[in-house]
């Protein structure tokens, strides 16, 4: 490969929660374990070269002053929507700066709900949409995904339905990838949906943090482009923070094309004057988005992939009693340990330490409401997905580590 995706960054004290904290109360890791990072959602790989390049040539001008977004930067996300996704038509006036995606989740509940009303979401829920919702006193009303007898996550169409009559929904949050269990979406998947929330008049934000990082044999939709309703309500926010490792940075972007929708969205986020843009994350987008860019996430694809395939193999041939969907997208695995649990007499809590105790650093997947699930990065180098697999089997699920 081009890229390097096998170096194992010493990344403690650089800045890193991934390395520098422990997601799990009480847990510590056991002397002769050194820590592996597999929990919060960024990636132990380093970023791309003309990242680095566009960053650093701005640093060479001693001035950060007031400055408003290029041409480049808008034609830069243009061209990467049409080239990864085929979307043609996108105006500088659709695509809207953004600090995060979860601030633009927050502006457009503001913007079209009101405090105590119902939002559909799916379950199981990423918690940065829970603690957005909790924070701005919205109800969350959940839409349970299934696994069917391929053990495919899939959405109750019905159920789905059923609650927004139910509960007088107007405003849904839809995650396409799906965040955590690494579902991507098929075309008429979303059509089918978005049937649902045009008929009941659902404002539709989607959440397409993850749209670059798909997997080999998927591909993503944009849920705009299934029609030209769902491109009219709804509110879709990307951007390059996931997909090259620069949450650090801060930076997204709305694409939103109806301009009632949009002028909300836009008036409630500049109430806060917090919604301002960083010089430098700009010439990170810039940079990441560039042709360089698409071959380095292509071959990042094929190494998240050779992980997956890897550790859901291992998973399933070896311990018995944890049971996982494969995901076609993110680089996150979300596994149900409760037979496991339930054979072994032990409860979630002493699992998760178990774990860390190896210097496996995994995160608790209860909060992402389902009650037995560890949710686990794979954005490591190989080697380390191995070392990681070979302790778990050894120490933790079918053996023991004293305490």
């Known amino acids: 490969m081009k890229y390097d995706f096998t170096t194992i960054l010493d990344r403690k004290g650089h800045d890193a929660i991934a390395v520098d904290s ?23 790989f380093p970023t791309l070269p003309t990242i680095l390049a566009e960053v650093g040539e701005r640093l060479k001008h001693p001035h950060f002053g007031y400055f408003a977004l290029s041409d480049e930067y808008f034609d830069s996300i243009i061209r990467w929507h049409k080239d990864r996704f085929g979307v043609e038509g996108i105006t500088k006036e659709d695509i809207g ?10 502006s457009a509940l503001q913007a079209f709900t009101a405090p105590g009303e119902a939002v559909l979401l799916h379950s199981p829920t990423y918690i940065g949409f829970t603690g957005t919702m909790n924070n ?16 495919v ?31 991507v979406w098929e075309r008429e998947e979303i059509e089918k949906a978005m049937e649902i929330y045009r008929k009941h008049d659902c404002v539709v934000i989607s959440d397409e943090i993850w749209s670059d ?82 071959e380095w996430v292509d071959e990042l694809c094929q190494v998240l992939g050779s992980n997956v395939d890897y550790a859901y193999d291992y998973i399933t041939r070896k311990f018995k009693g944890v049971s996982l969907a494969k995901p076609q997208g993110t680089y996150m695995l979300y596994l149900n340990c409760e037979e496991w649990c339930k054979e ?60």
């Open 22 to 44: 422990i997601p799990i109360p009480g847990a510590e890791v056991a002397e002769g374990f050194s820590a592996i990072p597999m929990w919060v959602a960024d990636m132990n």
């Open 97 to 106: 700066y953004e600090n995060g995606v979860l601030g633009c989740v927050a």
């Open 136 to 151: 701005n006193g919205r109800k969350m009303i959940l839409s349970d995904l299934v696994r069917d007898e391929n053990g």
């Open 153 to 183: 996550w899939r959405m109750d169409y019905e159920d789905m339905e059923q609650k927004i009559v139910e509960n007088h929904i107007h405003c849904a949050i839809f995650c396409s990838p799906h965040n955590p269990t690494g579902r």
């Open 213 to 294: 990082i798909v997997l080999p044999g998927a591909k993503h939709i944009p849920t705009q482009s299934v029609s030209e309703d769902a491109k009219n309500r709804t509110i879709a926010v990307y951007a390059p923070t996931k997909t090259f490792n620069l949450a650090g940075l801060v930076g997204s972007y709305h694409v939103i094309y109806n301009s009632y929708l949009r002028d909300r969205v836009v008036k409630v986020s500049e109430m806060s004057h917090y919604n301002m843009t960083n010089v430098l994350s700009v010439h990170a987008l810039i940079g990441a988005y560039k042709p360089e860019g698409r």
């Open 344 to 403: 072994h007499g032990k409860t979630m809590d002493e699992l998760l330490r178990a774990g860390v105790r190896v210097g496996v650093i995994w995160q608790d997947g209860r909060p992402f409401n389902r009650p037995y699930a560890i949710r686990m990065n794979l954005a490591v180098p190989h080697a380390r997905v191995e070392d990681a697999m070979d302790r778990l089997d050894k120490y933790v699920f079918n053996g023991s580590l004293e305490e």
